[in-house]
């Protein structure tokens, strides 16, 4: 008899972390705004499916689709991240002194 063997879910890699707490940014965001997905995407010239994907945590926005949906909601890129609880994220700057 052949059976599957459930295998534990694996941690999330900070990477994986950071965009699922961006992705709960986001669509907390959008819910306080009342903002529709599509007119959201509409607006930033992206496909409805990269935004559920961004608010589901599955895709990396990048820093310029960071910038643009900062830009957009009027607020700032910590904002953004964190969301309104300013939880802490995986994310780190890396800057010249750390290469």
Do not use: C
Not at 17 to 35: N, P, V, Y
Not at 49 to 72: C, E, F, M, Q, W
């Amino acid at each position: 008899m052949n059976r599957k063997r459930k295998t534990p879910p694996a941690e999330l890699t900070p990477a994986q972390l950071a965009l699922k707490a961006f992705g709960e940014s986001l669509q907390e965001l959008m819910d306080d705004r009342e903002l529709e997905i599509k007119d959201f995407a509409d607006s930033l010239g992206l496909s409805y499916d990269t935004i559920v994907k961004y608010r589901n945590g599955k895709r990396d926005p990048g820093v310029h689709g960071l910038l643009s949906i900062a830009n957009k909601l009027n607020i700032s890129l910590d904002r953004l991240i964190k969301g309104k609880s300013g939880r802490k994220t995986h994310l780190r700057v890396v800057g010249p002194e750390d290469d």
